[in-house]
């Protein structure tokens, strides 16, 4: 079956600038969590939707922002992009009662280069 | 809270030898604990994770960790390294303050080099 797909898969901004990253799940799959992963930072955990609703946030400013769909698909955005904000945004997509037990696949991956 | 830690941000072995990446971790309960793997330009990969189902876990491409909660370790070997294992690897372990999470906390990451 089809894996966790990111569109576009490189994408270059301007400071300033808004973007929007695109997530669709393996099919059937209920929950989409999105990490920012940075050099100097390592993997952080932006947020988790499950059935469109928000279930957890991680700690980044309120320029981060997301939504989940009907059909699982899940957008991020982030507003007045800063240089800090160039990263590889990943999603992973998961199911069942107990997610962890399920496990996490994920996705190739945003490149976001802010300049 | 959890956390993670990997010893050795860099680890050289050459090909054939066995490969040793450490991790330790941090959880006040029952942890839920796992391996990635990242080659570059891509995203991750699952080599295994550990449910408490068994102490020793078997994973893709001859990955296995080991879970020791008296060490609070989970360490991943690989008998006989390959030139195709370079990459980085990565420990998680799933932020366990709600066992229906979908938040995973990650280690720095160690990358593997392989030489002839």
């Known amino acids: 079956k089809a894996g966790v797909t990111q569109t576009p898969r490189y994408l270059i901004k301007t400071r300033g600038q808004q973007v929007t990253l695109s997530c669709s799940p393996i099919s059937g799959h209920r929950s989409v969590s999105w990490y920012q992963q940075t050099p100097g930072q390592g993997l952080q955990f932006l947020f988790e939707y499950f059935s469109e609703t928000q279930r957890n946030k991680g700690n980044f400013p309120g320029r981060f922002s997301g939504r989940q769909f009907s059909n699982s698909r899940s957008e991020m955005n982030v507003s007045t992009l800063e240089l800090g904000d160039s990263a590889l945004y990943l999603c992973?997509?998961?199911?069942?009662?107990?997610?962890?037990?399920?496990?996490?696949?994920f996705g190739s991956g945003t490149r976001l280069t802010v300049v | 809270a959890q956390s993670v830690t990997q010893l050795g941000s860099h680890v050289s072995v050459s090909e054939g030898a066995l490969v040793l990446l450490r991790c330790n971790y941090s959880?006040?309960?029952?942890?839920?604990l796992f391996w990635y793997v990242q080659y570059p330009n891509q995203g991750l990969q699952l080599l295994l994770k550990y449910t408490s189902a068994a102490t020793l876990v078997k994973g893709i491409n001859g990955f296995e960790a080991e879970f020791k909660k008296s060490e609070t370790s989970f360490h991943l070997t690989k008998p006989s390294a390959h030139m195709s294992d370079a990459a980085e690897y990565f420990c998680a372990v799933s932020d366990s303050g709600s066992s229906n999470t979908g938040k995973l906390i990650f280690g720095q990451g160690t990358t593997l080099q392989v030489k002839p």
């Open positions: 992973a997509s998961s199911n069942g009662d107990v997610l962890p037990l399920y496990g996490y696949t």
């Open positions: 959880s006040s309960v029952p942890p839920y």
